[in-house]
């Protein structure tokens, strides 16, 4: 059973950072891909940013230029890098990866952006 647990949520002031993290344990291999969703209260869970096993990444147009995806070299860890942070980027941010067909889930965590 493949598990993945978030860390690093919080407050913060609009304009600052915060590093999610998302580790994968339970396994020994590599999810082809990994990458974070979001979902704000009243509102739809949307794809955040994504990363492929190749080391490409695509983004929602809403975090471009603000936010980065990166994992580590054992494919096992995601970091979600967000900077200049809005009000609006206020959210439960769930990370998830893909071995193929098998979608895994982290439990989710609590980003809010607020003065």
């Known amino acids: 059973q493949v598990q993945l647990v978030e860390s690093g949520g919080g407050l913060v002031q609009p304009g600052g950072s915060l590093r999610l993290s998302c580790a994968a344990s339970?396994?020994?291999?590599?999810?082809?891909?990994m990458g974070w969703y979001r979902q704000a209260p009243g509102k739809q869970r949307e794809l955040v940013a994504r990363?492929?096993?190749?080391?490409?990444?695509n983004f929602a147009d809403s975090v471009k230029g603000r936010f980065t995806i990166s994992r580590d070299n054992a494919k096992t860890t995601v970091y979600l890098q967000m900077s200049s942070l809005k009000p609006e980027d206020t959210a439960v941010y769930y990370c998830?990866?893909?071995?193929?067909?098998?979608?895994?889930w982290g439990q989710g965590t609590q980003v809010t952006v607020s003065a």
């Open positions: 990363i492929f096993s190749s080391g490409s990444t």
């Open positions: 339970g396994s020994f291999y590599s999810f082809v891909v």
């Open positions: 998830y990866g893909d071995r193929g067909p098998n979608r895994s």
